[in-house]
Structure formats: structure tokens, C-alpha cells
């Protein structure tokens, strides 16, 4: 599951850094894996997830989906689709969401219950079984599979728009399914593992320095190196502190988040230099 997950946010990290044109940009950006959290609280607080150990990823599946398609709307307001008002809306969406789950969280007595969601918000794939491995990867696969099909219309669109048309390219119906495809991918590894940050930054992000940004390389070799680096980073998490486990999505964390400050820091030092 380890792997899967890694593959997962690898992939619909390096669509949405493409899309976004910033190399900076994560597969949450547009508020989906907000989504799954709030979802996944509620399944949680309502007790839910107690009478059917799938209620849980259905509950952050859905709420990823409902997320989504609120960005999206908010996104499309007039009439005409915009990727800065899709930005914005997700970061909206994505602070409601949390506002939300956070108030779940504290307003709940059952301590027992408070510990059952924050393990998840963590982010782990210790607890997944192979059934959950039969349920996300069809949704995993076809996504990617998708998202690596139109990778050459993607390449058009880093260009120009107008090019892109030029060249025969639909640019709001590429645009709209790779959108589409990083959320349901990313749905569905949030769906089963939680919060699992900077993967899908650190990753897409490492290969495009490695291979450059011809995203029918890129992708395929964002999904391979995601799932390694969390399959890698997840067996770490279970021996650093034996016989204690970590949470996987710890371990990211405090490996991503010094990576982002260097992207950060680097990027501001080469924009003073023009």
C-alpha cells in the first residue's frame, strides 16, 4: 500500500505542478485531501467507521469528490474557468475544511475518538490490508494511466495556450481531466492512508530536476520514485523509534518541510539575481 499511495501522490503532484506551472504546487492545492480529512473526521466522530472498516475510506473518498467539485464550481463562477480563481478556491475550501474538522476535533468528549482521528490525520498505510489495495488501484491506475496518455498535450500547454490550440490541442477538456485525475487519484490515497505531506512536492519535484519537464517521462517517473521514497520512508517509520512506530506521515513531514524552506529560500535568492 506503501507503494501505491507514493506512486499516487508522485503522479498527481507532478500534474498539478505542470498545470500550475510552479514547481511548488502539491496534489492539495485545490483543498481535495482537505476534503478527505474533513470526511474521513466525520465517519470517525459519528462512529461510522466502527460498523464497517470501509465506511472510513468511503467517507474521505466522498469528501474529497465533494471538495473538489466546490473548487471547481467556484472555479467556473461567470462562466469562465480560471486557474488563479481555482487556486484561490482550494485554499478557501481547504481552510473551511480544516476549520471544520478542527472544530470535530475539540468539541468532541470521547478521548478515545480524539485519538482515532488524529492517528489518521498522521497519515499511515500501516493499518491498510491487501482489500484496500483491491479498491485503490483500479482508481489509481486508470487515473495515472489517463494523466500519462494526454502528457504530450500537458507539454503543449507549459508553452502557451494559444499554441496549444493552434496545434489541435482542446485545452479546456486536457486541462479539465488532468485536474480531474490528480483529484480522484489523490482521493483515493487520502481515502486510505490520511495526510501524507510533501510527498507529492518533494518528488515530482527532484525527478523534473533529474529527467527535465517532458511530462511523458516525468510522470511515469514521479509515480515510480513516489513510491519508492514512501515505501522506503514508511519502513523507516516503523524501525527509527522500534518498538514504537512512527507515522509515516510524520517522517515525511519533517523531511519535506526543511525541503521546502531550501525551494523557498533558493528561488528567492535566483529571483534577486535578474
Given at each position: ?11 498527481s ?43 472510513l475510506?468511503?467517507f ?20 469562465r ?15 473551511f ?12 468528549d ?37 494523466s ?15 499554441e ?27 481515502a ?32 515510480l ?7 522506503i ?11 514504537a ?10 523531511i ?12 528567492r ?6
Amino acid at each position: 500500500m506503501a507503494f501505491l499511495v507514493g506512486a499516487a501522490l508522485g503522479i498527481s503532484g507532478g500534474i498539478m505542478q505542470g498545470l500550475f506551472r510552479n514547481s511548488m504546487a502539491d496534489p492539495g492545492i485545490i483543498g481535495v485531501s482537505s476534503g478527505g480529512a474533513t470526511g474521513a473526521v466525520i465517519a470517525i466522530a459519528s462512529g461510522a467507521s466502527a460498523v464497517s472498516t470501509l465506511f472510513l475510506p468511503l467517507f474521505a473518498f466522498v469528501g474529497s469528490g465533494i471538495a473538489m467539485a466546490v473548487v471547481f464550481l467556484i472555479a467556473s463562477v461567470g462562466g469562465r474557468f480560471s486557474m488563479a480563481t481555482l487556486l484561490l478556491g482550494g485554499i478557501a475550501v481547504g481552510s473551511f475544511l480544516g476549520a471544520i474538522t478542527t472544530a470535530i476535533i475539540v468539541l468532541t468528549d470521547d478521548l478515545y475518538v480524539q485519538r482515532q482521528i488524529i492517528f489518521w490525520i498522521a497519515g499511515g498505510v500501516d493499518t491498510a490490508r491487501w482489500e484496500s489495495v483491491r479498491i485503490a488501484a483500479p482508481i489509481i491506475v486508470a487515473g495515472g494511466l489517463i494523466s500519462v496518455f494526454v502528457a504530450r498535450d500537458l507539454n503543449l500547454l507549459l508553452v502557451s495556450e494559444d499554441e496549444a490550440r493552434s496545434l489541435g490541442v482542446r485545452v479546456t477538456l486536457v486541462r479539465n481531466t488532468l485536474l480531474v485525475s490528480a483529484s480522484l487519484i489523490t482521493g483515493a490515497a487520502v481515502a486510505f492512508s490520511g495526510i501524507i505531506a510533501f510527498v507529492g512536492l518533494i518528488v515530482p519535484h527532484v525527478v523534473r530536476l533529474v529527467v527535465g519537464a517532458d511530462h511523458r517521462v516525468l510522470l511515469p517517473l514521479s509515480a515510480l520514485a513516489g513510491g519508492l521514497f514512501l515505501l522506503i520512508a514508511d519502513t523507516a517509520a516503523r524501525i527509527v523509534l522500534s518498538p514504537a512506530e512512527l507515522r509515516v506521515g510524520i517522517l515525511t513531514a519533517l523531511i519535506g518541510a526543511p525541503f521546502f524552506i531550501y525551494l523557498l529560500v533558493r528561488n528567492r535568492s535566483r529571483a534577486s539575481m535578474l
